[in-house]
T-cell receptor, first 111, second 113 residues
Framework: SQQGEEDPQALSIQEGENATMNCSYKTSINNLQWYRQNSGRGLVHLILIRSNEREKHSGRLRVTLDTSKKSSSLLITASRAADTASYFCATDQTGANNLFFGTGTRLTVIP | SAVISQKPSRDICQRGTSLTIQCQVDSQVTMMFWYRQQPGQSLTLIATANQGSEATYESGFVIDKFPISRPNLTFSTLTVSNMSPEDSSIYLC??????????FGPGTRLLVL
């Protein structure tokens, strides 16, 4: 399967804590993208990190990419209840024309 | 970025019927994608729809079951034919250029009874 895997599958934290989600994949990539999905709605694009980048920040989000280990992590700092959602990584794989999505992490932030 | 709308946002259908989902983009795009997300699962690509050519289907998806139209650079439809309860999913369209950000519509939540 070309689908990535994420862990943990579910994560529950207190508001104000940091949340870290990990994504692993199997093939060479052009970039890796992280998305958020609130309760069965559409996907919101969070951040794109290219294969030649190692770290990227956007507001309270920090994404790292280790192409040697074929893994990425998404860190959400100072979490809020509104961050409660499912988070997916998606890889833009070399030679492919579409994204391959990970299995997702369900994050619950408790007020 | 691209703004994408989908119709309907949700529907409840009887088995054996068909539903056509519309996807409208606010700008001209070459590549449009249709994904399915089954309950509690991740997204799976159904097909890639490029204007002026036949859609390209992924393994496990066939044109007879999921016919796609792409009449112009801002619009596409996906039909779910002869539906069964197993077709209950969220269907999402997306647009994006190769190696760039891909944007998603709000999805169509389908329940087949």
């Amino acid at each position: 399967s070309q689908q990535g895997e994420e862990d943990p599958q579910a994560l529950s934290i207190q508001e104000g804590e940091n949340a870290t989600m990990n994504c692993s994949y199997k093939t060479s990539i052009n970039n890796l993208q992280w998305y958020r999905q609130n309760s069965g709605r559409g996907l919101v694009h969070l951040i794109l990190i290219r294969s030649n980048e190692r770290e990227k920040h956007s507001g309270r989000l920090r994404v790292t990419l280790d192409t040697s280990k074929k893994s990425s992590s998404l860190l959400i700092t100072a979490s809020r209840a509104a961050d409660t959602a499912s988070y997916f990584c998606a890889t833009d794989q070399t030679g492919a024309n579409n994204l391959f999505f990970g299995t997702g992490t369900r994050l619950t932030v408790i007020p | 970025s691209a703004v994408i709308s989908q119709k309907p946002s949700r529907d409840i259908c009887q088995r054996g019927t068909s539903l056509t989902i519309q996807c409208q983009v606010d700008s001209q795009v070459t590549m449009m994608f249709w994904y399915r997300q089954q309950p509690g699962q991740s997204l799976t690509l159904i097909a890639t729809a490029n204007q002026g050519s036949e859609a390209t289907y992924e393994s496990g998806f066939v044109i007879d079951k999921f016919p796609i139209s792409r009449p112009n650079l801002t619009f596409s439809t996906l039909t779910v034919s002869n539906m069964s309860p197993e077709d209950s999913s969220i269907y999402l369209c997306s647009v994006g250029r190769l190696q760039e950000t891909q944007y998603f519509g709000p999805g169509t939540r389908l329940l087949v009874l």
